[in-house]
């Protein structure tokens, strides 16, 4: 019988490939096997003695303490791609957002409850101020060029941009040769200096964390507008919020609200939506379990 420590619900469909003749699922502590995990708990207790493996139902593993695990022996299991499409939307949809000003334009539409047959008329006389340019022929880069940053690249190009990659893990030769035609790689200054819109999609490590900087915003084209539904991390908020009021960085579109970067006009915070359908639930829950089950009972 193996003992799975459940950190946080996941779907049903990946629940249910851990037979009750072989598993036992737990919500606390039993010395378990094998932890599933999604990205509401840092892992920050003492690892238990039994346990050989890790699944964190989603990408990124900044919430698990790799290192310890290594040290023990402790096999860790994520789900890249998984749950890509659905942050690939969202990317699209932020872009929008960065653009249009829909969220600011909603939330005045509401203001006008109450003023009956003038409705529409105050809605003809009030719409120029959320005015906003178009996506096509505008340049983005893509920085992170694995599964969600080439969909993303992908779906620019269907929306008329002009696509720049980076990665900070491929050179720029291979990343030529990796993304086909669609993305033109080049070097991360030369992106930031040039694109309007910038969509981040590395994982946050060591070596990723605050890779937009002071001296970054330094560079960036004026106006620019930021997506990052990768990890708050990645970029310095001291120094966005600078970018900010000095006017390089018009709109700053995060999945990782923090308490500074709230009730700024120029910030929309969403509420780490990215992976959140019931579609990349489901392929996060399946692919999560399939692995520490494998690995588990066959040691692979
Ligand atoms: C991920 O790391 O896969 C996404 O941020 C979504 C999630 O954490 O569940």
Redesign the pocket.
């Known amino acids: 019988m193996y003992k799975i420590q459940m950190l946080n619900k996941i779907a049903n469909c990946g629940l249910e490939l851990l037979p009750a003749e072989n598993y036992e699922i737990c919500n606390e502590e039993v010395n378990p096997d094998g932890i599933l995990v999604?990205?509401a708990n840092m892992l920050e207790m003492e690892l238990p003695k039994n346990l050989k493996a890790i699944a964190r139902a989603?990408?990124?593993v900044n919430n698990i303490p790799i290192e310890k695990c290594t040290e023990r022996g402790i096999v860790v299991f994520n789900t890249p791609g998984a749950?890509s499409t659905g942050?690939k939307e969202l990317v699209i949809a932020s872009l929008l957002l960065a653009s249009r000003k829909i969220t600011k334009g909603i939330e005045w539409a509401q203001t006008l409850k109450g003023k009956g047959d003038e409705v529409p008329k105050l809605v003809e006389k009030g719409k120029s101020q959320f005015e906003g340019p178009e996506l096509m022929n505008k340049k983005i880069g893509v920085i992170g060029l694995g599964a969600i940053g080439v969909m993303v690249a992908n779906d620019c190009i269907s929306l008329g941009m002009e696509v720049m990659g980076y990665d900070p893990y491929i050179s720029v030769k291979a990343a030529w040769g990796l993304s086909s035609s669609v993305i033109r790689a080049t070097s991360l200054d030369h992106l930031l200096s040039t694109c309007d819109y910038i969509t981040i999609h590395v994982p946050l490590t060591n070596e990723t964390k605050n890779t937009l900087n002071k001296e970054k915003f330094e560079i960036m084209k004026k106006g620019i507008r930021i997506i990052n539904l990768a990890r708050g991390g990645l970029i310095c908020n001291k120094d966005l919020l600078e970018a900010i009021d000095n006017g390089t960085v018009a709109c700053y579109v995060t999945d990782f609200p923090e308490d500074e970067l709230l009730g700024i006009d120029e910030i929309i915070a969403i509420p780490?939506l990215?992976?959140s359908t019931p579609e990349s639930e489901e392929n996060c829950a399946v692919m999560a379990v399939n692995q520490m089950r494998d690995y588990l009972e066959t040691g692979m």
């Open positions: 999604r990205s989603g990408a990124g749950n942050v780490h990215g992976a």
